[in-house]
């Protein structure tokens, strides 16, 4: 499923496929572009002295896409871009396969630079996307510490996200967690 604003290209990849790197690579590069940044999140082989054997993703795509492009929007705000590509993958992402791919474009690099760190981080700390890591002894699912640091935060204050709800997109009453922030919503799914 993919979203397309501006110059932001915003892709969750379901299944098996892999993220194709050189397509957001082409999508961000411009001749106006003296620099691109990326990231690459990777499947390691260990975590706290357990073999990873994969990891599984999972997500409310329709929020996470509106989520994602609420970061890319705050991203646009702080610094001078010219095109944002994210790539988030769904399903089974075994040991060395890329599970989140981000391409920035800027003028000059210290924004692209910049840019890609926010955007990572903020898309940890605050997009729906659950991870499952699957070791040679047992699984769980996992928390990002982004997403536990700012939830914290987040009971210190209450805001309303930009995300749109839809009734029918509901899975949970009354609340979910959407760009990091509480939405509220009515009986016909409206934002409060």
Avoid at 28 to 41: C, D, E, K, N, W
Avoid at 79 to 87: E, Q
Wanted: contains cysteine.
């Amino acid at each position: 499923m993919a979203a397309e604003d501006n110059k932001d290209l915003i892709e969750i990849v379901e299944n098996l496929n892999s993220i194709d790197v050189a397509k957001y690579m082409n999508f961000v590069s411009a001749p106006q572009a003296g620099a691109i940044a990326t990231f690459s999140g990777t499947t390691r082989d260990t975590f706290d002295g357990k073999i990873v054997v994969e990891l599984i993703y999972e997500a409310y795509i329709p929020m996470a896409i509106r989520c994602i492009k609420s970061v890319c929007s705050s991203a646009r705000e702080s610094w001078n871009l010219h095109s944002i590509a994210v790539a988030h993958r769904l399903g089974t992402v075994p040991v060395g396969g890329t599970s989140v791919f981000i391409a920035v474009s800027s003028v000059h690099r210290a924004d692209a630079l910049e840019a890609c760190r926010y955007l990572i981080d903020e898309i940890k700390a605050t997009v729906p996307i659950w991870k499952k890591e699957v070791y040679s002894n047992g699984e769980v699912w996992k928390e990002n510490t982004e997403f536990l640091e700012r939830r914290s935060e987040l009971g210190k204050k209450d805001v309303v996200a930009d995300c749109s709800v839809k009734k029918s997109e509901i899975k949970e009453h009354s609340k979910k967690l959407c760009c990091g922030n509480k939405v509220r919503v009515d009986d016909e799914g409206r934002k409060e």
